[in-house]
C-alpha cells in the first residue's frame, strides 16, 4: 500500500488494485509519512489517482469545438508546454548529480535527449498552416501554457527536484487520452497538409505510451519520500492542466484577430 497526502486533508491512498481519495481524521495512519517498498502496481494507481484528484479539483468548462484557428491556438500551447523540458531536464539533472543521485539524473538526463526538439515539431505544424511560426509563438503564449511551464521550472530549480518526474509522468499519462480519432478528425481539417507531427509523438500512437510505462517503473524503485512528493507534483500538474484562465480559450473573433497577424499568405483558414 502506499499513500501521498496530495493538500491538507486530503491523501491518495494506493493498492495494487485501486486508488481511492481519503479524508483523514486527526491521528489518522495515513498522516504519517509513507513508508516501505512499492509495486508497480501500486505506483501506477497512486500516480493515477493523484491525477485524476487534481483535474477534479477544478470545474472545467465544456471544450469548444475544434476548428482550424483552434487547432492552430493547440499548436501554440504544444510549442510552450515542450520548448522548456529538455532544458530545464538537464538542469535537473545537473542538480541530481551534485546531490550524489545519480540514478535520478541520468533518467532526467535520458528525459531531456527524448525530448529534445519536439517544440520545433510544433513550429513545423504552425508553417505547414502558412504561420510565421516563430514570431507567433513569441508574441502569443497562453496563460495556462505560462502557469505550467512556471510550475516545471519551479520543480526542477528546487532543493530537491523530484517533482520534475510528477511533472512529466502526469503530461505524458494524459497525452495517452489522444487516440487516433482525434488525431484523424484534426487531419481532416486539413488534407493534404502535416499539421499533427507534435500531436503524433506526444499521443497514444507515439512514444509516451513507453515514457510512461518506463517511468512509472523507475519512480517504483525511488525511496517512499520521494514517491508522496511525485504524487504530490503529478496532482498539481493535474490541476494546471486542466483549468482555465482568461485568454486560455479566446473565442472564434479574437482567435481571428490574434493569429491573422502571424499569416504568410492570405488564406481562407476558416472554410471547411
Known amino acids: 500500500m502506499q499513500w501521498a497526502e496530495l493538500t491538507p486533508g486530503q491523501v491518495v491512498v494506493a493498492t495494487d488494485e485501486r486508488a481511492w481519495i481519503h479524508a483523514p481524521a486527526p491521528g489518522d495512519p495515513f498522516l504519517e509519512p509513507m513508508r516501505g517498498m512499492a509495486s508497480l502496481a501500486s505506483t501506477r494507481n497512486l500516480l493515477d489517482g493523484a491525477l485524476e484528484a487534481g483535474a477534479r479539483a477544478v470545474a472545467r468548462p465544456e471544450e469548444p469545438p475544434l476548428t482550424p484557428l483552434r487547432w492552430a491556438w493547440r499548436l501554440v500551447w504544444q510549442f510552450h ?19 550524489g543521485r545519480a540514478e535520478m539524473g541520468e533518467c532526467c538526463a535520458r528525459k531531456a535527449e527524448e525530448e529534445r526538439g519536439h517544440d520545433t515539431l510544433a513550429l513545423r505544424d504552425l508553417r505547414a498552416l502558412d504561420y510565421d ?4 509563438v513569441a508574441a502569443c503564449r497562453p496563460p495556462g501554457a505560462a502557469a505550467i511551464g512556471a510550475f516545471f521550472e519551479g520543480c526542477a530549480r528546487a532543493e530537491n527536484p523530484v517533482g520534475v518526474f510528477g511533472y512529466a509522468y502526469a503530461l505524458e499519462r494524459f497525452a495517452l487520452a489522444v487516440g487516433k480519432d ?29 515514457h510512461v510505462a518506463e517511468l512509472a ?6 525511496p517512499a519520500a ?22 486560455d ?11 491573422d497577424r502571424f499569416i504568410l499568405e492570405p488564406i481562407n483558414i476558416l472554410d471547411p
Request: glycine share 4%; net charge positive.
Open 81 to 99: 508546454t515542450t520548448h522548456p523540458t529538455a532544458g530545464l531536464m538537464r538542469e535537473a539533472a545537473e542538480r541530481f548529480h551534485s546531490l
Open 249 to 259: 480559450e479566446p473565442d472564434e473573433a479574437e482567435l481571428a484577430r490574434t493569429l
Open 217 to 222: 517503473a523507475f519512480i517504483t524503485r525511488l
Open 133 to 136: 511560426a516563430e514570431a507567433l
Open 182 to 210: 482525434y488525431v484523424a478528425a484534426v487531419e481532416a481539417m486539413f488534407p493534404g497538409i502535416k499539421a499533427t507531427r507534435c500531436l503524433r509523438v506526444h499521443s497514444a500512437m507515439g512514444t509516451d505510451v513507453r
Open 226 to 247: 520521494d514517491r508522496a512528493l511525485i504524487a504530490q507534483a503529478a496532482c498539481r500538474t493535474a490541476r494546471l492542466m486542466h483549468e482555465r484562465r482568461p485568454g
